[in-house]
Protein backbone atom coordinates (compact mmCIF):
# COMPACT_ATOMS: atom_id res chain seq x y z
CA UNK A 1 0.00 0.00 0.00
CA UNK A 2 1.72 3.21 -1.48
CA UNK A 3 2.12 6.24 1.18
CA UNK A 4 2.50 8.87 -1.63
CA UNK A 5 2.14 7.68 -5.41
CA UNK A 6 3.03 9.51 -8.08
CA UNK A 7 1.98 9.39 -11.63
CA UNK A 8 3.53 9.45 -14.52
CA UNK A 9 7.01 8.04 -12.86
CA UNK A 10 8.82 9.45 -16.71
CA UNK A 11 7.92 12.38 -18.68
CA UNK A 12 9.50 12.73 -22.17
CA UNK A 13 8.27 15.88 -23.97
CA UNK A 14 8.79 18.68 -26.22
CA UNK A 15 9.07 22.31 -25.71
CA UNK A 16 5.46 24.33 -25.42
CA UNK A 17 3.74 21.33 -24.69
CA UNK A 18 1.39 21.45 -21.78
CA UNK A 19 1.35 18.27 -19.24
CA UNK A 20 0.48 17.48 -15.82
CA UNK A 21 1.85 15.49 -13.66
CA UNK A 22 -0.29 13.79 -10.80
CA UNK A 23 -0.01 13.50 -7.01
CA UNK A 24 -1.99 11.14 -4.50
CA UNK A 25 -1.47 10.15 -0.54
CA UNK A 26 -3.56 7.87 1.31
CA UNK A 27 -1.70 9.09 4.92
CA UNK A 28 -4.10 11.05 6.35
CA UNK A 29 -1.91 14.26 6.06
CA UNK A 30 -3.29 17.84 5.81
CA UNK A 31 -0.69 18.86 4.15
CA UNK A 32 1.07 18.36 0.56
CA UNK A 33 3.77 19.86 -1.34
CA UNK A 34 5.61 19.83 -4.82
CA UNK A 35 9.90 20.24 -4.74
CA UNK A 36 11.83 20.34 -7.88
CA UNK A 37 15.44 18.49 -7.95
CA UNK A 38 17.54 19.34 -10.93
CA UNK A 39 20.33 17.59 -12.20
CA UNK A 40 23.13 19.03 -9.35
CA UNK A 41 20.44 17.77 -6.92
CA UNK A 42 19.14 20.69 -5.72
CA UNK A 43 16.06 20.52 -3.71
CA UNK A 44 13.45 23.27 -3.52
CA UNK A 45 10.16 23.36 -2.93
CA UNK A 46 7.70 25.11 -5.23
CA UNK A 47 4.13 25.10 -3.82
CA UNK A 48 2.62 23.65 -0.73
CA UNK A 49 -1.28 23.56 -0.03
CA UNK A 50 -2.62 23.16 3.44
CA UNK A 51 -6.01 21.14 3.45
CA UNK A 52 -6.51 22.17 -0.24
CA UNK A 53 -5.73 25.47 0.42
CA UNK A 54 -1.94 27.36 -1.50
CA UNK A 55 0.07 28.16 1.67
CA UNK A 56 3.74 28.13 -0.12
CA UNK A 57 4.29 29.49 -3.13
CA UNK A 58 8.12 30.09 -4.15
CA UNK A 59 9.40 31.94 -7.05
CA UNK A 60 8.25 29.54 -9.53
CA UNK A 61 6.51 30.69 -12.73
CA UNK A 62 3.35 30.98 -13.43
CA UNK A 63 3.18 28.50 -16.32
CA UNK A 64 3.41 25.98 -13.14
CA UNK A 65 -0.32 25.87 -11.85
CA UNK A 66 -0.69 23.40 -8.54
CA UNK A 67 -4.41 22.24 -7.98
CA UNK A 68 -5.51 20.29 -5.15
CA UNK A 69 -9.60 18.96 -5.47
CA UNK A 70 -9.20 17.49 -2.23
CA UNK A 71 -6.52 17.04 0.48
CA UNK A 72 -5.74 13.40 -0.56
CA UNK A 73 -4.38 14.55 -4.03
CA UNK A 74 -2.33 17.55 -5.17
CA UNK A 75 -1.89 17.69 -9.19
CA UNK A 76 0.90 19.61 -10.88
CA UNK A 77 0.02 21.36 -14.25
CA UNK A 78 2.83 22.70 -16.36
CA UNK A 79 2.47 25.10 -19.59
CA UNK A 80 4.88 25.68 -22.44
CA UNK A 81 7.23 23.99 -21.29
CA UNK A 82 11.05 24.51 -21.44
CA UNK A 83 13.95 23.02 -21.51
CA UNK A 84 14.79 24.19 -18.19
CA UNK A 85 12.04 22.41 -16.71
CA UNK A 86 13.80 18.90 -17.13
CA UNK A 87 13.99 17.88 -13.81
CA UNK A 88 12.55 15.45 -11.10
CA UNK A 89 9.52 16.18 -9.32
CA UNK A 90 8.87 15.20 -6.18
CA UNK A 91 5.47 15.47 -4.49
CA UNK A 92 5.21 14.85 -0.81
CA UNK A 93 2.88 15.16 2.57
CA UNK A 94 3.24 15.78 6.29
CA UNK A 95 1.10 16.50 8.76
CA UNK A 96 0.66 20.71 9.04
CA UNK A 97 3.94 22.73 9.62
CA UNK A 98 5.94 19.59 8.43
CA UNK A 99 9.70 19.95 8.26
CA UNK A 100 11.18 18.15 5.57
CA UNK A 101 12.32 15.07 7.76
CA UNK A 102 8.41 14.85 9.07
CA UNK A 103 7.81 14.64 4.93
CA UNK A 104 6.62 11.71 3.27
CA UNK A 105 8.13 12.16 -0.66
CA UNK A 106 6.28 10.02 -3.79
CA UNK A 107 8.83 7.66 -6.22
CA UNK A 108 9.40 11.47 -8.16
CA UNK A 109 8.33 12.27 -11.81
CA UNK A 110 11.22 12.02 -14.21
CA UNK A 111 10.39 15.27 -16.54
CA UNK A 112 12.47 15.81 -19.68
CA UNK A 113 11.49 18.65 -22.22
CA UNK A 114 13.68 18.29 -25.56
CA UNK B 1 23.43 26.45 5.40
CA UNK B 2 27.20 24.84 5.75
CA UNK B 3 28.49 22.94 3.27
CA UNK B 4 29.08 19.79 3.87
CA UNK B 5 31.44 17.00 2.17
CA UNK B 6 31.48 13.49 1.84
CA UNK B 7 33.10 10.37 0.43
CA UNK B 8 31.82 9.95 -3.45
CA UNK B 9 31.47 6.42 -2.68
CA UNK B 10 31.99 3.68 -0.15
CA UNK B 11 31.39 -0.06 -0.80
CA UNK B 12 30.45 -2.55 2.49
CA UNK B 13 29.52 -6.06 3.22
CA UNK B 14 26.00 -7.37 3.60
CA UNK B 15 25.96 -7.54 7.26
CA UNK B 16 28.70 -5.62 8.10
CA UNK B 17 28.30 -2.22 9.75
CA UNK B 18 28.53 1.04 7.24
CA UNK B 19 30.50 4.00 8.78
CA UNK B 20 29.61 7.07 6.23
CA UNK B 21 31.82 10.49 7.54
CA UNK B 22 30.57 13.97 7.00
CA UNK B 23 32.44 16.86 7.24
CA UNK B 24 31.19 20.48 7.84
CA UNK B 25 33.70 22.34 9.49
CA UNK B 26 31.99 25.76 8.91
CA UNK B 27 28.69 24.51 10.69
CA UNK B 28 27.29 27.13 13.49
CA UNK B 29 25.94 26.66 16.65
CA UNK B 30 22.81 26.59 15.57
CA UNK B 31 22.87 24.11 13.08
CA UNK B 32 21.81 20.57 12.93
CA UNK B 33 23.16 17.88 11.46
CA UNK B 34 20.70 15.98 9.37
CA UNK B 35 20.84 12.70 7.17
CA UNK B 36 18.91 11.34 4.04
CA UNK B 37 19.24 8.77 1.44
CA UNK B 38 17.81 8.61 -1.83
CA UNK B 39 17.63 4.89 -3.06
CA UNK B 40 17.52 4.91 -7.00
CA UNK B 41 16.06 8.18 -7.86
CA UNK B 42 13.80 7.71 -5.30
CA UNK B 43 12.09 10.59 -3.00
CA UNK B 44 14.36 11.64 0.13
CA UNK B 45 14.10 9.61 2.79
CA UNK B 46 14.53 11.18 6.37
CA UNK B 47 17.33 8.93 8.44
CA UNK B 48 18.52 10.58 11.01
CA UNK B 49 19.41 14.50 13.00
CA UNK B 50 21.08 15.65 15.98
CA UNK B 51 22.46 18.60 17.19
CA UNK B 52 25.34 17.58 19.51
CA UNK B 53 24.45 14.72 21.03
CA UNK B 54 24.95 11.07 19.46
CA UNK B 55 21.58 9.98 18.52
CA UNK B 56 20.01 6.47 17.77
CA UNK B 57 17.34 5.46 15.64
CA UNK B 58 15.96 2.30 14.46
CA UNK B 59 17.57 2.94 11.27
CA UNK B 60 20.90 4.33 12.02
CA UNK B 61 22.94 6.25 14.93
CA UNK B 62 24.74 9.64 14.21
CA UNK B 63 27.81 10.51 16.19
CA UNK B 64 29.39 14.03 15.99
CA UNK B 65 32.53 15.09 17.25
CA UNK B 66 32.31 17.35 20.14
CA UNK B 67 33.81 20.20 18.60
CA UNK B 68 30.82 19.44 16.06
CA UNK B 69 33.32 19.91 12.94
CA UNK B 70 31.95 16.05 11.40
CA UNK B 71 29.96 13.69 12.16
CA UNK B 72 29.37 9.92 11.41
CA UNK B 73 26.12 8.15 10.13
CA UNK B 74 26.18 4.40 11.35
CA UNK B 75 24.05 1.74 9.61
CA UNK B 76 24.69 -1.03 11.79
CA UNK B 77 24.06 -4.29 10.03
CA UNK B 78 23.92 -3.01 6.15
CA UNK B 79 21.33 -5.01 4.05
CA UNK B 80 21.33 -4.92 0.00
CA UNK B 81 18.11 -2.58 0.50
CA UNK B 82 20.59 0.04 2.14
CA UNK B 83 22.25 0.86 -0.92
CA UNK B 84 21.40 4.26 -1.72
CA UNK B 85 22.92 7.99 -2.03
CA UNK B 86 23.61 9.47 1.28
CA UNK B 87 23.30 13.08 2.00
CA UNK B 88 24.76 14.69 4.56
CA UNK B 89 23.12 18.25 5.03
CA UNK B 90 23.95 20.74 7.59
CA UNK B 91 21.41 23.74 8.35
CA UNK B 92 19.11 25.52 11.20
CA UNK B 93 15.88 24.22 12.04
CA UNK B 94 12.96 25.91 10.08
CA UNK B 95 14.24 28.21 8.05
CA UNK B 96 13.37 28.04 4.21
CA UNK B 97 12.45 25.91 1.92
CA UNK B 98 15.57 25.04 -0.34
CA UNK B 99 17.76 22.25 0.80
CA UNK B 100 21.14 21.71 -1.09
CA UNK B 101 21.87 17.93 -1.34
CA UNK B 102 25.08 18.27 -2.92
CA UNK B 103 26.56 14.81 -4.36
CA UNK B 104 26.19 12.80 -1.52
CA UNK B 105 28.22 9.21 -0.70
CA UNK B 106 26.87 6.45 -3.03
CA UNK B 107 26.66 3.31 -0.73
CA UNK B 108 27.06 0.00 -2.19
CA UNK B 109 26.11 -3.02 -0.05
CA UNK B 110 27.54 -6.12 -1.27
CA UNK B 111 26.36 -9.77 -1.07
Known amino acids: DTAVSQTPKYLVTQMGNDKSIKCEQNLGHDTMYWYKQDSKKFLKIMFS???????INETVPNRFSPKSPDKAHLNLHINSLELGDSAVYFCASSHPGGQLYEQYFGPGTRLTVT | DAKTTQPTSMDCAEGRAANLPCNHS???????VYWYRQIHSQGPQYIIHGLKNNETNEMASLIITEDRKSSTLILPHATLRDTAVYYCIVRARGGTYKYIFGTGTRLKVLA
Open chain 1, 49 to 55: YNNKELI
Open chain 2, 26 to 32: TISGNEY
